[in-house]
């Protein structure tokens, strides 16, 4: 499916609109951005378990080792944390590390590495230094991964100041913002999901940033605001096709970045539409719908209409069994229902949604 | 012995012939090629002694005693499995046999045996823990964690390290400084040892000592199995046509076939004639066959019974 | 300072109310739950570093090795994520084993452990086996702890499903907690504050637990909710104190209990006051006061008269300089001044407070 | 080398003399006890060779170069102290004199340094990384993983374990399944020895081997280096009044002082003269007072630099 580009993003983000014509899948655009950052800076390399294998990492890393040397491209032991640690003290020493991980379930392993240190490590010490590494890091759905192989966990990282954490829908988006990130002199998780790598779409073959920071609009609409995370977009953007023949007009908010986040945008349209639905990949306590959704209380609240409803993955680990996969994940059918349920509602009536 | 050696092989050749019919939707990692490890260690542990195991858990599950078909059942995402359909292929356990349950998280799964062994100590009962992990486990922080702790405290414990080589397709030589893992556990004051892990017998005897010393208080063993596996790291295929391993390593560890070689030192020594031999593989494949149509045959679960079992 | 227990307590949770004359302070309070546990249970037992030596952390572990013998109360090594895998064993094994941590900063180091295994044990195997396991940790304020000493990390484990997180803020809540920790099947985060450990209060010699999910009205009061989390408690009760001579009359919510949380507590009260401030003890972004916020804005959002603010630290890492840590943490000063704030608001009129 | 090391324990009784006064509001771990080390091990250092620390750093950090001044300032929360107030005693950095900074999480500067480490390799430059770190750090999975990687790679490390016995009041024969620490080290294929580490002269020797080999890219040194700590594990007071360690033990140790010892042997040998070492001392006096006062009449920073340098 393609994801309609709207041409508010040649304003509000850097980077021309979608109608060129170089297409590339997501898959390919990481690793174009990949090899252009290596190939421009030679401070910058990739490790992680797998990336100079066949498989390179769902593809992300194809050809970068034969390319640039497997001392610049190479696999590590099964060691998060020290690993993780490893690279901050190589961003200390003046490179630009591109750590890469499997499954996002794998960095609990290296959260003090993270947290307590390359967070830390700027302020703590007066902004004398600073460690500009990229970690990268894939969520998905399906295939029973359960519990363990599933997570999707970005507002652990949204939560700690020192971090910036990125969650690139578009093929776009995933070069510029991992070119962004890997010139950023601050540690960036940087989110892929997996059911995004075949998807394609215009990259221009230059390279190029999108500030870390700044959203997008995906579709306009005046109806309602549904600010859609990562893959949820593309479930936005088919509900968005389904409710318009209802005559049901949404707004579609992808910020991109999560931390730092542009509330400003959200605002905007929440002030328009009145209207507000956060559709995430994670889980909803203290996750980053929550934090949409209490910013706009705090400096919106006036211009809703509506209560504010999160979407989210239901409040359980993952399950194995697919049949349980479909009730845990959610999809286009739970905004339509959502849009629906808010548009009939005024603010005194609440009723909760089940997620 | 053999019997159990088989239906882990046969398990799983099952699950290979079934998994591309894609209604099994959970990864496998398959255990064929390391039979001898789960069956020479598990045949010397009481029914409440504890095992850890990890993503690779199958063999050690139905060593352990587990019922294949609910094994199957769960791998089908179904109601009747071991975990009602939450867990899948890389998450199962069984209390009543003592198993603690697979972590699909490398390294994971030592802490849970050790502590497990420690309970053992303050309950004052004889059980005996085994945690069973990969060389990729020895890359983690968990393995230095677990050996020290288990050691320093004398715990009723036996590290089965089994040694494939390969975590997914990273030789162990990318991985560690020193490709000897049972003198690296010897820096933890254990005992220590490395073994053919495709030699049952061997097996069973170096771990019938260990897991003695373990329950007479003596403390924590290690052992390393060498051992190499058959199939891809996950999935029914073979992983040397696209490249990960050289195909002749392969054929050489295929050559030393764990069951294979049981057979002929059965046959050799004129334990098992050959015909009990087919008997107890037809055996084998009769219950493997109910197993799959029991799997099959389950319902699913409801969705509503996601939001059951979290707390 | 003294905490007021309103009336409301004895209903909405369980236990007597304030008037009862034993008095223990905090730390007493945790010692006398952790000696009676283990004398009513043998299955309970009290590892972590520090807990048989001459502080005996912070007093609260006093007299335990001695009275149980140090095969129940024993140090362990500094080994975090090992040594939690190692409770979770044998608390699978049908131990309770309460797990002491000095500083909740070293959470980090176990949060494969925390996450990846004890939050997902149960449902992934299907309800078969269960962890109950209490992590005590302490967090605090002051005295230059600085970045990696400080940290008041609740809400990375509000966000798992599979956890259980409380925030006693009275010695009446610590006992009844505590034990209502160990008894429980699950794993629980219990967190303690440093600066509660003198506090002291009513607390009845027998056994009783409170139970985990409730909160608890600490102040009633008409014009606006303030929750307050754990030591933010007695600040926001030292705000009522000076809001009262202003003729301005705040409810105090505690809610203990962070997951599961008592938002119904929380609507309640919202309906009637109309204005609402959540004070944490951590950060603002994916914090607990976001969820707080965000469950308001879906459920009892045509009850407010004005934007719901946030009280956290700042969105920065701790500094050591006293002189920055007045700005970092917030106090009693920064609740007078969004309750005012909040009262000459409209709903229309944002106006972002600072933090 | 003498200089050093009165340097190092006369900062340290100034912040025992000054701490009660309650205006140095940061949490002081004291290295009094300790000079040999860190002096022995940074006088074979390059101003640009890296050091990474731990919470009980400033003895690591002024034998590296850095400036008791701005060190002081430091601790006092002072706008012009190394890291603006932000960092305190246990959070010192200075990358013109290749210290990447202090960690207070217990193993967490392991990694810091062979990550410095692999970045000479890859950059090209002869740099090499030093990790100072305590006994309490050989707990942690991430000394584990940092000696592995280190010794995979052949990285330009010495790892320096300054082995006092205790993790706060936790003695090793707590916490270490071996006590030999510098035996476990061995297990990473890496050259490993245990030294005096109050003998100013053999830490110096040892790591002067350790370093050039690894300059000469051999690869990395794992050194032990056994001290004790004199004051309690936190602050300026002595905890054996509080039962924390035995009298007899610290007695037995303060016996061994380093700075003593190193007196006596340059006297012993004619090195120098004691109005020599007088004239050292006053010196060394006059640069802490001096530092005292910088401190001291320093500004604070305003409020609103809380909001900088976090990206
Ligand atoms: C902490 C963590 N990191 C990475 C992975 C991805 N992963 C799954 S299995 C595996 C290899 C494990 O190798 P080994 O322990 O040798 O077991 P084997 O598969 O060879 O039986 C890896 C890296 C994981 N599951 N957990
Ligand atoms: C991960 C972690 N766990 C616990 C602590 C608390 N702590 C601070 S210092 C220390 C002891 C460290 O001992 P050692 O490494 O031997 O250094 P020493 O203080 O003896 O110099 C501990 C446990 C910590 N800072 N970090
Ligand atoms: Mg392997
Ligand atoms: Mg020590």
Same mark, same amino acid.
């Given at each position: ?159 700690? +100041? ?13 070069? $510029? ?9 601050? +540690? ?12 394609? $779409? ?10 870390? $920071? ?6 306009? $609409? ?38 730092p986040l542009d509330d400003e945008l959200i605002f905007d349209s929440v002030k328009k539409t009145g209207r507000l639905i956060i559709a995430d990949t994670g889980w909803k306590n ?20 509506? +209560? ?48 | ?6 239906? *882990? ?62 094994? @199957? ?73 677990? @050996? ?32 000897? *893992? ?18 049952? *017998? ?64 059965? @046959? ?11 008997? @107890? ?6 219950? *493997?066959?109910?197993?799959v149509i029991f799997a099959k045959n389950s319902p699913l679960p409801s969705p509503t019974e996601l939001y059951e079992d979290v707390y």
């Amino acid at each position: 499916m393609d994801l309609p580009v709207d041409k508010v993003e040649s304003t509000r983000a850097s980077g021309p609109a979608a109608e060129g014509k170089r297409t590339r899948t997501y898959r390919e655009a990481l690793r174009e951005a990949l090899a252009q950052a290596m190939e421009r800076d030679s401070r910058v390399f990739v490790a992680g378990q797998g990336v100079d294998d066949p498989g390179a990492v769902f593809g992300t890393t194809k050809g970068l080792a034969e390319r640039f040397g497997r001392q610049r491209v190479f696999d590590t032991p099964i060691a998060e944390n020290g690993i993780t640690g490893i690279m901050i003290g190589a961003a200390l020493a003046g490179m630009r590390p591109v750590l890469v991980h499997m499954r996002m379930d794998f960095l609990p392993m290296s959260m003090d590495q993270i947290v307590n240190h390359a967070a830390k490590w700027r302020f703590m010490f007066g902004g004398r230094v600073n460690v500009p590494l990229t970690i990268r890091c894939i969520i998905g759905r399906g295939w029973g991964a359960a519990a363990q192989h599933s997570q999707s966990l970005q507002a652990l990282f949204v939560h700690i +100041p020192g971090l910036k954490v990125v969650m690139p829908s578009t093929p776009y988006d995933a070069k $510029g913002l991992l070119l962004a990130s890997i010139a950023d002199e601050n +540690p960036v998780i940087f989110v892929e999901h997996r059911w995004l790598f075949d998807q394609s $779409g215009y990259v221009p073959e230059e390279e190029y940033v999108i500030p870390i $920071g700044k959203g997008v609009i995906r579709r306009k $609409g005046r109806d309602a605001t549904v600010v859609a995370i990562s893959h949820m977009a593309y479930e936005a953007c088919k509900a968005a096709e389904s409710l318009e023949k209802d005559g049901i007009d949404i707004e579609i908010i992808d910020p991109r970045s999560l931390s730092p986040l542009d509330d400003e945008l959200i605002f905007d349209s929440v002030k328009k539409t009145g209207r507000l639905i956060i559709a995430d990949t994670g889980w909803k306590n203290c996750g980053v719908g929550a934090e949409i959704a209490a910013r706009v209380a705090s400096d919106a609240l006036g211009y809703l209409k509506a +209560p504010i409803r999160r979407i989210a993955t239901a409040d359980t680990p993952t399950p194995c069994s697919f049949e349980l996969e479909k009730e845990f994940y959610p999809s286009s059918e739970d905004i339509i229902f959502t849009v629906k349920e808010l548009l009939n509602k005024s603010p005194l009536s609440p009723q909760p949604y089940r997620r | 012995m053999y019997l159990l050696m088989l239906r *882990i092989r046969k398990f799983e050749e099952k699950v290979v012939e079934l998994y591309p019919a894609q209604d099994m939707r959970s990864p496998v990692h398959l255990y064929i090629g390391h039979e001898a490890i789960a069956t020479g260690v598990c045949l010397n542990l009481r029914k409440d002694d504890y095992v850890s195991s990890n993503h690779r858990g199958h063999g050690h599950c139905i060593a352990k005693g587990m019922d294949m078909r609910l094994m @199957l059942a769960e791998f089908y995402g179904k109601k009747t499995g071991y975990c009602k359909g939450k867990g899948g292929s890389m998450h199962l356990v069984d209390p009543e046999n003592g198993v603690l349950g697979t972590s699909a998280i490398v390294g994971g799964g030592l802490p849970l045996a050790v502590g497990a062994a420690l309970a053992s100590v303050m309950q004052g009962n004889e059980r005996v823990s085994v945690a069973f992990f990969g060389d990729g486990a020895v890359d983690e922080g968990s393995f230095h964690e677990s @050996l020290n702790f288990a050691s320093l405290k004398k715990l009723p414990v036996v590290f089965v390290c089994e040694n494939n080589f390969y975590a997914t397709n990273s030789h162990q030589s990318a991985r560690h400084s020193n490709n000897d *893992i049972a003198c690296l556990a010897e820096g933890y004051m254990m005992p220590s040892v490395c073994v053919d892990g495709n030699d049952v *017998i061997t097996v069973f005897e170096t771990a019938r000592n260990a897991i003695n010393r373990a329950r007479s208080g003596k403390g924590p063993t290690f052992m390393e199995c060498r051992t190499y596996r058959w199939k891809a790291h996950v999935g029914p295929d073979c992983d040397v046509e696209k490249g990960c391993r050289p195909r002749e390593e392969l054929d050489q560890w295929v050559k030393r076939c764990p069951v294979k070689r049981f057979r002929e030192l059965l @046959l050799d020594e004129n334990v098992l004639p050959e015909s009990e031999m087919l008997e @107890l593989a037809r055996q084998v494949d009769e219950e *493997i066959e109910e197993a799959v149509i029991f799997a099959k045959n389950s319902p699913l679960p409801s969705p509503t019974e996601l939001y059951e079992d979290v707390y």
